[in-house]
């Protein structure tokens, strides 16, 4: 079977797909937990933050004549 990612949640119970998916019989899996989506957020817009400062309009634009053999 081709390598895969798949989203799932927990039910309070167990594991359960969020879309049907089909695995062979001890098929190896690896579970990745997730932050909450709300710390998820902070930390996407504190990202998008720092890029905005990283590539500002301030920042000036350089041209191949500016790199060095």
């Keep these: 079977m081709a390598t895969v990612a798949l989203t799932a949640h927990f039910d309070g119970?167990?594991?359960?797909?969020?879309?049907?998916?089909?695995?062979?019989?001890?098929?190896r899996?690896?579970?990745v937990?997730?932050?909450p989506d709300d710390e998820r957020q902070a930390w996407s817009r504190f990202s998008a933050?720092?890029?905005?400062?990283?590539?500002?309009?301030t920042e000036p634009e350089y041209t191949a004549a500016d790199l060095r053999p």
């Design 33 to 35: 937990v997730l932050p």
């Design 49 to 57: 933050a720092q890029l905005a400062k990283a590539y500002g309009d």
């Design 29 to 31: 899996l690896m579970v």
């Design 13 to 27: 119970e167990k594991v359960q797909f969020d879309e049907p998916c089909r695995l062979d019989t001890n098929a």
